[in-house]
């Protein structure tokens, strides 16, 4: 591999050209004669990739989305947020197009049958069994993926792109790199790459589209995935554009990777309040001791069996004695069951604080148009650079969908 010598020549004038030193990324040439911009194909390295997309205000605009995806944020994120440094990074990777996978999902099914008893007491009578049986089915999913060349950005590649299915990559002769951009090595080949984590990725992707497909109503369960082949197809390697970004939040340093384009974003941690999640997880704590605590299973479940007996043995005349046994009980068990749903709406009612605090001192920051500290600060007073609250309305909801999503897995239904 390596450079083909005959874009080393002028396509205008023929005079030859020197190469810069390296390189990835810096592959226009300026004609020293005739001034034409010649473009040179390092074959192994270049064929394509992504351009930043992303001018200040828009990555600012981006970034302010983006704090708003953590957990409960500070209200005063945005007012002492520092963005130190972004760095605009040209990352390697491989990219694999429509890259086929197969697989077969492995669950069980639960059946229900129908099974005739005899009992003294009633008889012959009827009772719904359920049996469950071991289930295969085989799925296949195609989509692109893009695979780290460098170690230090592996996982970061896969966080961002393992969930796209179309990639859009770029010509080589569309590519525009500012002169600003950092060059990353190349230290993972294009073998390793494929056995460590293409075949990882492929059955996450089956994993997910095999979840999806099972019925709860069929009480059908997730076990695992089996047999997954790959159909690798044409592999290029190719220029991936990262925007790493660093900031400080009352001392303490953070990063946040996004794509050139601001679709896919990744962080590590996010900046919290001590005070908010030393409050919340306090009320978790206090709503969780009593709702375990014995005296509450015991009285619960107490309650529930003498009922049962005083509605089978009414007719023997015992079963009166029961569900006065089962009134005192409940009326023991009600101001435990009264504090259990204090308890419960104190914890609903902080949540709620917390949000709408949040999403008021975000609609203020946004409309006050200042920017963040740090190197956008510039961007202030840019409309582009902040968000309209139809825009904050419609990131909110999609929080809360993804929220949901990951509570209720294959089971939720948009």
């Known amino acids: 591999m390596g450079i083909k010598t005959e874009h080393l020549k002028c396509s205008s004038c023929g005079a030859p050209l020197d190469l810069p030193e390296g390189t990835l990324i810096k592959n226009r040439i300026k004609c020293p004669f005739c001034g034409v911009e010649n473009f040179v194909i390092n074959e192994d390295i270049s064929c394509g990739?992504?351009?930043?997309?992303?001018d200040d205000a828009a990555l600012h605009k981006c970034i302010i989305g983006i704090i708003a995806t953590g957990s409960y944020p500070p209200h005063d994120i945005y007012k002492e947020i520092n963005i130190k440094?972004?760095?605009k990074n040209v990352v390697p990777a491989y990219w694999y197009e429509n890259c086929n996978s197969i697989g077969t999902l492995i669950y069980t099914e639960g059946i229900e049958k129908?099974?005739?008893?005899?009992?003294?007491?009633?008889?012959f009578h009827d009772e719904i069994k359920t049996e469950y049986h071991p289930m295969s089915k085989a799925f296949s999913d195609?989509?692109?993926?893009l695979l780290s060349g460098s170690a230090e950005y592996k996982d970061i590649i896969n966080k961002?792109?393992?969930g796209a299915r179309k990639i859009n990559i770029l010509k080589p002769e569309d590519l525009r790199?500012?002169?600003?951009?950092?060059?990353?090595?190349?230290?993972?080949?294009e073998g390793n790459a494929y056995a460590d984590n293409l075949m990882e990725l492929a059955k996450k992707a089956i994993e997910e589209k095999g979840k999806e497909s099972l019925d709860s109503k069929k009480k059908q369960y997730y076990k695992d995935i089996e047999g997954v082949t790959i159909q690798k197809g044409e592999v290029k390697k190719v220029s991936v554009a990262l925007y790493e970004v660093f900031f400080?939040?009352?001392?303490?340093?953070y990063s946040i990777y996004i794509s050139n384009n601001g679709e896919y974003y990744s962080y590590d941690e996010y900046p919290t309040d001590p005070g908010n999640e030393s409050n919340l997880e306090q009320k978790k704590k206090e709503l969780s001791e009593i709702e375990d605590a014995k005296k509450t299973k015991i009285l619960f479940i107490s309650m529930l069996v003498l009922g049962g007996l005083g509605i089978l043995t009414i007719a023997a005349g015992i079963g009166v004695l029961f569900l006065i046994g089962a009134f005192i009980i409940w009326l023991i068990y009600r101001p435990i069951s009264k504090e259990i749903?204090?308890?419960?709406k104190a914890l609903d009612d902080y949540k709620e604080a917390l949000t709408s605090g949040f999403s008021k001192a975000r609609s203020e920051f946004d409309e006050g148009k200042s920017a963040m500290k740090g190197v956008l600060n510039h961007v202030s007073g840019n409309p582009a650079a902040f968000e309209t609250p139809e825009e904050i309305k419609a990131s909110e909801e999609a929080i809360a969908l993804a929220q949901k999503k990951a509570l209720y897995g294959a089971y939720f239904k948009e």
């Not at 400080?248 to 340093?253: H, L």
Request: one cysteine or more.
């Open 160 to 162: 961002l792109f393992s």
């Open 142 to 145: 195609t989509r692109d993926y």
């Open 49 to 54: 990739g992504m351009n930043f997309d992303l």
């Open 177 to 189: 790199f500012p002169d600003d951009c950092n060059e990353i090595k190349c230290d993972i080949t």
């Open 114 to 123: 129908t099974v005739t008893k005899y009992s003294e007491d009633e008889g």
């Open 85 to 87: 440094k972004i760095n």
């Open 341 to 344: 749903h204090a308890r419960e």
């Open 248 to 253: 400080d939040y009352k001392g303490k340093e």
